[in-house]
């Protein structure tokens, strides 16, 4: 048997959530934000597989089907977000986040 | 001569007399990476047939090693440190300071070290299995990725680390016995959502702008903060929880019973889905598009 256990695996989903944490917090640029939303969603999502495989045991996929979930609703998010960037691009000629702080034009 | 002399326009076969000879310097350039080929190859085959019959180094591998050294240091002499006239018996001098060096270093690496690391080698391979191997390997992948997307000051410099970061995820996803997740992964994230994030860069840049301001921060050091606060919180919990984990792994392929799974158990929530992506392609394209105004025609 592998010496590599659950703790291992949650700690890299740890440092995935922390570290996207951290790009959502601090980056001006909004494509940067949305990148630090799917390293969040991937640190969850290894959270997911890695109780699916270790806790929930053979036969029982419920943490693999709320990954996919998740992975569908990333792929929807980052449709949208991107989009919205995109019209705030074109409205403001910017997309730094501490600058675009109308609903309007 | 200092004045530069003109250039002839009757007679353009003549090159420039102060300018170098581009195709002399290309030939001169290869026959410095050359001798410095040699020189390594001359080295590595000394040394190496010698330890590997295991006898001691004699005075002829001393004397090859010594000429293969000099042989690199003149062809590196043609792209480094070319202030250096290494030329003639300055070369050999220079050489043979630096062969003293290397001998000083390779004497101690192989009297001292050399037993020290081959005891610790020996005693530590042992405990090393390749899949622990393998999950390392992801796991600083991943994390490497992860931390490049969010320190990166250039914004594609961050987007190629986000790859790096998907790529490990996807792997660790394979070390769990979640082979179809894992091929999700590499085809919506990788394929897909990072595709679009490019193109979100490559359409919001403008021409002129610096790259290395497109991705300012604001609070760094309280992100930093942050992100150890919350790694460190993490980490306790999950290496300190007592979790219920089973005794036995499956390494079955899960994409059929995912199938299954998606159209028996979890089927309003699948239905549900996909009329989410449905509603999310078309906001997208809404909201995306570029708005014809009624007022178009005043140019702004």
Redesign the interface.
């Known amino acids: 048997m592998?010496?590599?256990?659950?703790?291992?695996?949650?700690?890299?989903?740890?440092?995935?959530?922390?570290?996207?944490?951290?790009?959502v917090?601090?980056?001006?640029?909004a494509?940067?934000i949305?990148?630090?939303v799917?390293?969040i969603l991937?640190g969850a999502?290894?959270n997911f597989?890695?109780f699916?495989?270790?806790?929930?045991?053979?036969?029982r996929?419920t943490g693999?089907?709320f990954?996919?979930?998740v992975?569908?609703?990333?792929?929807?998010?980052?449709?949208?977000g991107?989009?919205?960037?995109?019209?705030i691009?074109?409205t403001f000629?910017t997309?730094?986040v501490?600058e675009t702080d109308l609903l309007r034009e | 001569m200092a004045d530069v002399p003109e250039i002839r326009p009757s007679d353009p076969r003549r090159p420039l007399p102060r300018a170098r000879d581009p195709r002399r310097n290309i030939v001169e350039g290869l026959v410095r990476i050359g001798a410095m080929l040699a020189g390594l190859m001359i080295g590595v085959g000394a040394l190496g047939t010698r330890l590997i019959a295991g006898r001691p180094l004699g005075v002829a591998t001393f004397v090859a090693l010594y000429l293969a050294l000099t042989l690199c240091i003149w062809g590196l002499n043609g792209f480094a440190f070319r202030r250096l006239p290494l030329t003639g018996p300055l070369l050999f001098l220079f050489s043979a300071a630096a062969f003293g060096v290397l001998f000083l270093i390779g004497y101690l690496l192989g009297g001292v070290a050399g037993p020290f690391v081959l005891d610790a080698v020996s005693r530590i391979v042992p405990y090393l299995k390749l899949a622990d191997g393998v999950f390392y390997l992801f796991a600083v992948m991943t994390c490497a990725g992860a931390g490049g997307c969010a320190f990166s000051r250039n914004i594609i410099y961050s987007a190629w680390s986000l790859l790096f970061a998907l790529l490990g995820v996807a792997g660790l996803y394979v070390f769990l016995g979640a082979d179809f997740p894992a091929v999700a992964q590499v085809l919506i994230y990788i394929g897909g959502v990072l595709v679009l994030i490019l193109f979100a860069i490559m359409l919001t840049k403008q021409i002129g702008e610096d790259p290395k301001l497109t991705n300012a921060h604001v609070g760094f050091p309280a992100g930093v903060a942050l992100a150890v606060v919350t790694i460190a919180t993490l980490t306790y919990t999950a290496v300190m929880a007592p979790w219920k984990i089973v005794a036995e792994r499956s390494w079955e392929p899960t994409a059929g019973p995912l199938g299954i799974a998606f159209l028996t158990d979890y089927l309003l929530p699948f239905e549900v889905a996909s009329v989410v992506l449905l509603a999310a392609l078309v906001g997208a394209v809404v909201i995306a598009r570029k708005e014809i105004k009624e007022t178009s025609d005043v140019t702004s």
Do not use: K
């Open positions: 592998s010496s590599i256990g659950l703790p291992h695996f949650l700690i890299v989903g740890a440092i995935l959530f922390a570290l996207g944490m951290v790009t917090v601090t980056r001006r640029n494509v940067g949305l990148m630090g799917e390293l991937n999502n290894v597989i890695a699916n495989h270790f806790v929930e045991g053979p036969g996929l693999q089907v990954s996919i979930f992975i569908v609703l990333a792929a929807a998010e980052a449709a949208i991107l989009a919205i960037v995109l019209a691009y074109q000629r997309i730094d501490e």
